[in-house]
Protein backbone atom coordinates (compact mmCIF):
# COMPACT_ATOMS: atom_id res chain seq x y z
CA UNK A 1 0.00 0.00 0.00
CA UNK A 2 1.25 3.65 -0.75
CA UNK A 3 1.95 6.14 1.97
CA UNK A 4 0.30 9.53 1.45
CA UNK A 5 2.84 11.97 1.23
CA UNK A 6 3.56 14.35 3.47
CA UNK A 7 2.20 17.11 1.28
CA UNK A 8 -1.54 15.38 1.10
CA UNK A 9 -1.43 15.17 4.61
CA UNK A 10 -0.38 18.78 5.27
CA UNK A 11 -3.48 19.55 2.96
CA UNK A 12 -6.00 17.35 5.09
CA UNK A 13 -4.79 19.01 8.49
CA UNK A 14 -5.19 22.26 6.94
CA UNK A 15 -8.50 21.33 5.56
CA UNK A 16 -9.55 20.25 9.09
CA UNK A 17 -8.31 23.33 10.71
CA UNK A 18 -10.74 25.33 8.55
CA UNK A 19 -13.72 23.68 8.77
CA UNK A 20 -13.28 23.72 12.17
CA UNK A 21 -12.79 27.49 12.75
CA UNK A 22 -15.94 27.92 10.57
CA UNK A 23 -17.68 25.58 12.56
CA UNK A 24 -16.67 27.41 15.34
CA UNK A 25 -17.26 31.09 13.76
CA UNK A 26 -21.36 29.41 13.12
CA UNK A 27 -21.38 28.48 16.71
CA UNK A 28 -20.25 31.95 17.65
CA UNK A 29 -23.26 33.38 15.15
CA UNK A 30 -25.89 31.44 16.63
CA UNK A 31 -24.42 32.37 20.77
CA UNK A 32 -24.88 36.46 19.16
CA UNK A 33 -28.44 35.20 17.78
CA UNK A 34 -29.45 33.69 20.21
CA UNK A 35 -28.49 36.82 23.08
CA UNK A 36 -30.07 39.01 20.50
CA UNK A 37 -33.49 37.52 20.54
CA UNK A 38 -34.43 37.92 24.29
CA UNK A 39 -35.05 42.11 23.30
CA UNK A 40 -36.66 41.64 20.58
CA UNK A 41 -38.41 38.44 22.13
CA UNK A 42 -38.17 36.46 18.48
CA UNK A 43 -38.87 32.88 19.56
CA UNK A 44 -38.81 32.01 15.87
CA UNK A 45 -35.06 32.43 15.50
CA UNK A 46 -34.87 30.87 19.39
CA UNK A 47 -36.70 27.60 17.87
CA UNK A 48 -34.29 26.67 15.51
CA UNK A 49 -30.95 27.65 17.74
CA UNK A 50 -32.11 25.32 20.11
CA UNK A 51 -33.09 21.26 19.79
CA UNK A 52 -36.14 19.83 20.66
CA UNK A 53 -34.50 18.02 23.20
CA UNK A 54 -32.04 20.95 24.95
CA UNK A 55 -31.84 20.88 28.63
CA UNK A 56 -30.50 24.42 30.35
CA UNK A 57 -29.67 24.85 34.11
CA UNK A 58 -30.60 27.91 35.15
CA UNK A 59 -28.41 29.98 37.50
CA UNK A 60 -31.14 29.31 40.55
CA UNK A 61 -30.70 25.27 39.62
CA UNK A 62 -33.64 24.79 37.47
CA UNK A 63 -34.17 22.48 34.99
CA UNK A 64 -35.30 24.67 31.82
CA UNK A 65 -36.34 22.74 28.56
CA UNK A 66 -36.76 23.97 25.22
CA UNK A 67 -40.55 24.83 25.78
CA UNK A 68 -39.66 26.56 29.59
CA UNK A 69 -36.88 28.66 28.10
CA UNK A 70 -39.35 30.05 24.68
CA UNK A 71 -42.10 30.90 27.27
CA UNK A 72 -40.03 32.19 29.70
CA UNK A 73 -38.34 34.96 26.63
CA UNK A 74 -41.97 37.00 26.90
CA UNK A 75 -42.06 36.92 30.15
CA UNK A 76 -39.13 38.73 30.50
CA UNK A 77 -38.40 42.73 29.73
CA UNK A 78 -34.64 43.03 29.12
CA UNK A 79 -33.67 46.47 28.12
CA UNK A 80 -29.77 45.25 26.73
CA UNK A 81 -27.88 42.11 26.63
CA UNK A 82 -23.78 42.45 25.86
CA UNK A 83 -21.79 39.35 25.09
CA UNK A 84 -18.20 40.56 27.00
CA UNK A 85 -16.41 37.33 25.44
CA UNK A 86 -17.22 34.30 24.53
CA UNK A 87 -14.89 31.02 23.36
CA UNK A 88 -15.34 28.49 21.34
CA UNK A 89 -13.81 25.32 21.85
CA UNK A 90 -14.25 22.52 18.98
CA UNK A 91 -14.76 18.63 20.47
CA UNK A 92 -15.13 16.92 17.07
CA UNK A 93 -16.32 17.97 13.44
CA UNK A 94 -19.90 17.61 15.33
CA UNK A 95 -19.87 18.74 18.38
CA UNK A 96 -18.47 22.12 19.96
CA UNK A 97 -18.83 24.27 23.00
CA UNK A 98 -19.10 27.80 24.13
CA UNK A 99 -18.18 29.29 27.24
CA UNK A 100 -18.69 33.33 27.52
CA UNK A 101 -19.59 36.14 29.79
CA UNK A 102 -22.38 38.46 29.29
CA UNK A 103 -23.71 41.75 30.74
CA UNK A 104 -27.28 43.14 30.93
CA UNK A 105 -30.18 44.71 32.28
CA UNK A 106 -33.83 44.27 32.47
CA UNK A 107 -36.71 45.98 34.08
CA UNK A 108 -38.70 44.52 36.84
CA UNK A 109 -40.78 47.89 37.74
CA UNK A 110 -39.84 49.89 38.87
CA UNK A 111 -36.41 49.18 38.78
CA UNK A 112 -33.96 48.36 36.57
CA UNK A 113 -32.15 45.01 37.61
CA UNK A 114 -28.11 44.73 36.14
CA UNK A 115 -27.05 41.32 35.74
CA UNK A 116 -23.99 39.44 34.51
CA UNK A 117 -23.40 35.62 33.93
CA UNK A 118 -21.16 33.34 32.74
CA UNK A 119 -22.43 30.11 30.89
CA UNK A 120 -21.56 26.75 29.00
CA UNK A 121 -23.41 25.37 25.93
CA UNK A 122 -23.07 22.82 24.07
CA UNK A 123 -23.56 22.69 20.84
CA UNK A 124 -24.22 19.40 17.90
CA UNK A 125 -24.32 19.51 14.59
CA UNK A 126 -27.32 17.47 13.23
CA UNK A 127 -28.54 16.83 9.76
CA UNK A 128 -25.55 19.66 8.82
CA UNK A 129 -27.16 22.31 11.14
CA UNK A 130 -25.96 23.38 14.30
CA UNK A 131 -28.07 23.32 17.40
CA UNK A 132 -27.95 23.90 20.57
CA UNK A 133 -28.21 20.36 23.16
CA UNK A 134 -27.32 21.95 26.95
CA UNK A 135 -26.41 24.59 28.42
CA UNK A 136 -25.44 25.91 32.34
CA UNK A 137 -25.78 29.50 33.60
CA UNK A 138 -24.55 31.12 36.57
CA UNK A 139 -25.08 34.22 38.09
CA UNK A 140 -22.14 36.44 38.50
CA UNK A 141 -23.70 38.94 40.58
Known sequence: MKKPSLFILFILIIQHAFSQSKDANQIKKLNQQWMGCYATKDTATLNKIFADDLILISPSGKKMTKKDIISNVAKQDPLDVKIDSADVRMFSENVGAITA?????????????????????????????????????????
Request: hydrophobic residues 40%; charged residues 15%.
Open 101 to 141: YISGSSKNNPQTIIAKTCYLDIYVKRKGIWVVVAAHVTSLK
